[in-house]
């Protein structure tokens, strides 16, 4: 404490998920922030997880794009967005408004993208505008939209609480939404009466929670809930009454009752279970996320969650309902901005002549797209065709999100016009750019966001705009400009924009949307800055908490629609070829690509390197063992990842993470195995059930560095990360090299730098340290099996006086904490193994009043739990 007065707290949201908790920064005058969680927020009432207590970690300018650039030149503003508007002017002028595209994201603000949606649909001309959100939310609201009319949720976060039945499907709460898992596991824990069900083929850190996870059949949802269905109508929970505000219950029951009830792969016992208490549990919360979405069947899954509560009348009311919980921090916001190919402004609907007669006029717009655009995989289709020829990609990073990604890739790089706004250089669809331009990002931006409950929350800048980098409406409003859009884009702020939203919402509302938010018009910049977190329908008169309670839905009678489905299997087949089915998704301290994340250490400690999650009966079949590494294929790419053998996924199903890219691991992109193949009507890809290939793949050596400088590696295997004082790599090759001296030298950069090694050339082990005085600069270590060192041990002694560096674990007088699980307080699995073994921590709770483990975020107490349970067990079996 130096006296000084600090700087005040802001308020803003957090970058990262659709839980869109508070946060409270404060600018810790040497370019970053402090960060707590905001009491006051209704998201997560203080609370935040690793990802978001360590955001002030993620804002160092080493890695930021900080001035336009154009074929890998720095340049001006001018000259770039001069480049952009021509080449975008002459490609519709020769080729017509659909032979260009904007690819967008669900991390822009409303602001940022409500002008992108009225340069492309209103002023170019074409709806070739899609969003990463087509991955992700795109089942979702085509289901919602069958269902009710349009694409809303109905319920709020408070319904988690008050449920006493709690049903995730397809979600890893645990990890991906943290807080508002840490809300359900205390609600849970004040309640124990009410209950959790997981459905998920794999086992996930949420199951912790569960009283009962079906590890049902990959894809068979529909089946699942089609069983339910039928139940509701024998157990004669039926609403009758209800039904007056619903359409269709007759022919969906009949198409239930028509499917053959074995698809699920599930124990019939625990189907009945399963249905009995949902059956009889009137307030009944049904959660769902990826799982369902990501699917070839997305939206009919949506539609058999949905009718189920359309049956039983189960929705709008507290502690009940359909709730889908969005990814990203915008992904709700960029569907009430009509962020989609498909979709208009605050929810009205493209393909109706009215809704976009009513927004052409109030855009005044001169050239409204006729109807909808390209869907994400068939837009980079177009792309890959030369159809489309300038692209515009908007903070996403679809070489690597995209399915069949090396495809993906190479479309882009061969595009005759390619711009890129994203916050760094570094990323695999950034290097493709012939124009990239330098967005400010998070704690730097202003504008809202709105939540997984509708609640629609302000982010604030708080520091200044690093270098030339500029708003990302800003940039796109100059662009428009350019092209001669002037007037239309003419705003001096987001307040600005807002406002033209929040009175486009009333007009919308006027001919029966829901999305209204015209109360929030007339703010200007002061009521603005000012806007505490709202839940919309926030209506010129009034605001409503949740909806349909009293039916009231948004079709033309008014009334819901009940779906008839039928379950189908994945799309792609298993068979001699492909007899795996490949489950992705999340680890709980990375970001997607990782281009923030990975830039605080910390959140790089838990699990460092790409990997695959493989049942031990099939891991002996194919011949993997344990942390070695493995060579995937499917019909459209090949990966190489460690083998993390577990029985957490059932024989047949493997799992790995999306999170590495060309930059951290490029053997590790693993949408280079995902097929472009979609659900026919939402168009969102089957992210989670690819086919592959296992086999071992043979290196012939192993090895670990860490280094105080960059590495660069070119070795077969690489997957590289952070740490708190320079760098740390898993690497992998087949030949072995002749001098690993040389060769170590020249991953480090290091050509002069004193060097002590151990070579063993019966064993084939190698260590290799590289010093400056007694301080470690860098070490390899290398052996012909994967190599085993105290790895967070080595890391932490760079840069340091080194004792004996080659030994690869501490003295004995220096405990190893062991691979980090409590990432924001740094505490590792042996330290809590420790306290564990002493007897004196019994609970989850002793362990952090022990440890510190689990007292912060919370994160982790799913794994300090099974650390307790296998002690246990252990105990009990000896
Ligand atoms: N830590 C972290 N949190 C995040 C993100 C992140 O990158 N990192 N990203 C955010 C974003 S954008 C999103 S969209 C959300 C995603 O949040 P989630 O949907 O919870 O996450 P995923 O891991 O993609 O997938 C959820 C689960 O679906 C299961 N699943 C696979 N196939 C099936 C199936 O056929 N049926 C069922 N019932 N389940 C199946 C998987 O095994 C997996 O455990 O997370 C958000 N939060
Ligand atoms: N196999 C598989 N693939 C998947 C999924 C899966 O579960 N499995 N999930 C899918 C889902 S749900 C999602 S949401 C996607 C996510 O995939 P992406 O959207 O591709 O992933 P991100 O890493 O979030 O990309 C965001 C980019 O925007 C940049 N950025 C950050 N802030 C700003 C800003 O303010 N302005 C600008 N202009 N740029 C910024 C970041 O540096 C980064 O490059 O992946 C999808 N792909
Ligand atoms: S749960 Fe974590 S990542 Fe999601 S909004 Fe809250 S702090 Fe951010
Ligand atoms: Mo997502």
């Known amino acids: 404490m ?27 005058g040497a370019g970053g922030l402090t960060v707590r969680g905001d009491p006051d927020h209704p998201a997560n009432r203080g609370r935040l997880c690793s990802k978001g207590f360590a955001l002030g970690e993620t804002l160092s300018l080493d890695d930021r794009l900080l001035a336009p650039r154009v074929s890998g030149q720095d340049t001006s503003w001018d000259a770039a967005l001069g480049l952009v508007a021509d080449r975008f002017s002459q490609t519709i002028a020769q080729h017509g408004p659909d032979s260009v595209a904007f690819y967008v994201s669900g991390q822009l603000l409303t602001e940022d993208y409500y002008v992108a949606n009225k340069l492309m649909k209103g002023f170019i001309g074409s709806a070739n505008i899609d969003t990463n959100s087509r991955l992700c939310m795109a089942s979702t609201v085509a289901g919602q939209k069958r269902a009710f009319g349009t694409d809303t949720v109905p319920g709020t976060y408070e319904d988690l609480e008050l449920a006493d039945l709690v049903v995730l499907v397809g979600s890893n709460l645990a990890w991906c939404h943290p807080v508002l898992y840490q809300r359900l596991a205390a609600a849970k824990a004040a309640r124990p009466a009410m209950k959790v069900v997981v459905i998920d083929p794999r086992r996930t850190a949420t199951c912790d929670l569960a009283d009962m996870h079906l590890t049902l059949a990959p894809g068979s949802d529909v089946a699942l809930f089609n069983r339910l269905l039928v139940e509701i109508h024998k157990g004669g929970a039926v609403d009758a009454d209800y039904l007056h505000h619903v359409n269709g219950f007759e022919e969906t029951l009949r198409a239930a009752m028509a499917q053959d009830g074995g698809a699920t792969g599930l124990d019939p016992a625990q189907v009945a279970a399963f249905c009995k208490m949902w059956v009889g549990t009137e307030k009944v919360v049904t959660v769902f996320s990826q799982g369902v979405n990501q699917s070839s069947s997305g939206t009919d899954k949506v539609n058999a969650i949905l009718n189920c509560h359309l049956a039983t009348g189960r929705i709008g009311r507290p502690g ?10 915008n992904a709700m916001g960029g569907r009430e901005v009509g962020g989609l190919s498909n979709a208009l402004a605050c929810h009205l609907d493209i393909e109706d002549a009215g809704h976009r007669d009513l927004v052409r006029s109030f855009w005044q717009a001169p050239t409204m797209a006729n109807g909808a655009g390209l869907k994400a995989v ?57 124009v990239l331009l330098p967005a400010t990002g998070w704690g730097e931006k202003d504008g809202t966001v709105t939540n997984s409950d509708r609640t629609i929350s302000r982010q604030r800048a708080v520091l200044p705009a690093p270098g030339a980098a500029r708003a990302d409406w800003a940039i796109i409003c100059d662009v428009a400009r350019r092209m001669g859009f002037g007037s239309a884009f003419d705003y001096a702020s987001p307040a600005e924009i807002f406002e033209e939203y929040a009175t486009l919402s009333g007009a919308a509302a006027a001919v029966g949307r829901d999305f209204d938010i015209s109360g929030l018009t007339g703010l200007g910049q002061a009521g603005y800055d000012a806007l505490p977190p709202t839940r919309w329908p926030v209506a010129a008169h009034g605001q409503a908490e949740r909806f349909f309670a ?12 009940m779906v008839p489905v039928t379950a189908r299997a994945p799309a792609a087949r298993t068979g001699p070829r492909y007899p795996f089915r ?26 460092g390197e790409p990997f695959l999650e493989i049942h031990p009966d099939d891991a ?29 996924v059932q024989p047949g199903q493997v799992f790995a993470p999306m999170h590495w890219t060309a930059e951290t691991a490029p053997t590790g992109r693993i949408d280079a195995l995902v097929p472009g193949i979609v659900d026919p009507l939402s168009g969102q890809p089957e992210s989670k059930a690819a086919v592959v290939a296992l086999e071992p793949y043979d290196a012939g050596w192993f090895g670990f560095a860490v280094s105080t400088g960059a590495m660069s590696p070119v070795c077969a295997y690489w997957a590289r990360s952070r740490v708190e004082a320079g760098w740390r790599a898993e690497l992998a090759g087949q030949e072995i090299p002749q001098d690993w001296e040389a060769e170590a030298r020249r991953l480090f950069a290091m050509p002069d730098a004193h060097c002590q090694s151990i070579h063993d050339p019966a064993s084939g082990t190698v260590r290799i340290a590289f010093l400056d005085g007694d301080r470690l600069l860098a070490a390899l270590f290398v052996g012909r099996a994967p190599v085993a060192l105290s790895r967070d041990h080595l890391a932490s002694q760079l840069g340091q006086i080194a004792v004996a560096p080659l030994s690869g674990r501490p003295s004995a007088d220096m405990p190893d904490p062991g691979a980090v699980v409590c990432a924001c307080l740094n505490v590792g699995v042996n330290t809590i193994g420790a306290a564990i073994a002493s007897g004196q921590a019994t609970t989850v709770t002793q362990v952090g009043e022990c440890t510190g483990a689990g007292t912060n975020c919370g994160s982790c107490r799913p794994e300090i739990a099974v650390l307790l349970a296998k002690a246990q067990r252990l105990e009990a079996a000896e």
């Open 620 to 648: 002996t079949a194919v011949g993997v063992a344990p942390a070695t590494l493995v060579r995937v294929t499917s019909p459209t790419g090949s990966c190489i990842l460690r083998a993390l053998v577990t029985d957490r």
């Open 320 to 329: 009940m309902g359909p709730f889908s919980v969005t990814g990203q921090p």
């Open 2 to 28: 130096d006296g000084a007065p600090q700087v005040p707290e802001i308020r803003t949201t957090c970058a990262y998920c659709g839980v869109g908790c508070g946060v409270l920064a404060r600018p810790d």
């Open 582 to 607: 490949l489950n992705t998704g999340r680890i709980r301290d990375q970001w997607h690509t990782m281009t923030r994340t990975a830039k605080a250490p910390r959140l790089n400690q838990h699990l």
């Open 550 to 561: 009293e039916g009231q839905f948004f079709t033309s009678d008014g009334r819901a629609r």
């Open 378 to 434: 068939d837009m980079f289709e177009r792309v890959r065709t030369r159809q489309i020829k300038a692209l515009w990609i908007v903070c996403t990073n679809p070489a690597v999100s995209m399915p069949d990604a090396d495809v993906v890739r190479d479309a882009i790089a061969a595009c005759d016009f390619v711009v890129v706004s994203d916050v760094t250089a570094n990323t695999d669809t950034a290097r493709l750019a012939h």
